[in-house]
């Protein structure tokens, strides 16, 4: 790739994401602003497949800029549509959270990644496991600090990881978390009705314990 295409991807890489992320803001202030916190945990959507779709487009928001954490979104989910639906939501949600910057990255991020292993000292000693598994480096970047979320998949994009590969990896460094945030809300939401105990039945304990014990481990050990 000649410097002036190079310079030309780049510039694109800076102007996309803004214009894209405003755009979607405003669909989201269009289809839920009004909403208070009070009315926020009580909602109930009328509209299952609008709320959806409003959750999803902040999803598409947070993976471009820094505006709403994806834990608010995983919360949010939870209240909207309990607890199933909620996970199904939220699954959705980060394969459009981890799909786009990807493809901004794919096709515009030429640059990106000199700049990032100059930055990120740590990410050229994982990078060599993407030359053998790109799964499993699509996952290790997921749950080792070493860049942000959405870095991540602009660089892994550049990288030309395979988009199939780098999505399952993806969702499964990204799933322990977000079940985490579901499962607790949706208790929340229950207890708020009185039903909290009869919501933190033995599955849903064991679920959070083998979670939060899996999350902690494989975290310490890997960032070690």
């Known amino acids: 790739m000649s410097k002036q295409d190079s310079s030309h991807s780049s510039r694109m890489l800076k102007i996309l ?12 202030i269009y289809i839920g602003s009004k909403m208070s916190i009070q009315g926020l945990i009580s909602y109930t959507p009328s509209n299952v497949l ?40 939220c699954y959705l949600g980060l394969v459009v959270s981890c799909t786009l910057p ?7 991020g030429a640059g990106v990644v000199e700049q990032l292993l100059c930055k990120y000292p740590k990410l050229r000693q994982l990078q060599s496991v993407g030359d053998s598994n790109q799964l499993m480096f699509s996952y290790l970047l997921r749950i080792v600090s070493v860049l942000p ?19 399952i990896g993806s969702l499964l460094g990204l799933s322990p978390m977000m079940i985490l945030h579901v499962l607790f809300a949706d208790l929340f939401a229950q207890s708020l009705s009185g039903s909290f105990w009869e919501a933190l039945t033995p599955q849903t304990i ?8 899996v999350s902690i481990i494989s975290s310490v050990i890997l960032n070690k």
């Open 206 to 213: 064991v679920v959070i314990v083998v979670l939060v014990v």
């Open 102 to 108: 990807y493809l901004l990255g794919r096709h515009f």
């Open 50 to 89: 609008l709320a959806a779709a409003g959750i999803l487009a902040l999803f598409a928001v947070k993976s471009l800029s820094v505006i709403f954490p994806l834990s608010v979104l995983y919360i949010v989910s939870a209240f909207w549509f309990g607890r199933w639906v909620g996970l199904a939501v």
């Open 17 to 28: 994401p803004p214009i894209i992320t405003v755009g979607l803001v405003l669909l989201c």
């Open 149 to 167: 979320g959405d870095l991540c998949s602009l660089f892994l994009g550049a990288c030309s990881v395979d988009y199939r590969r780098y999505l």
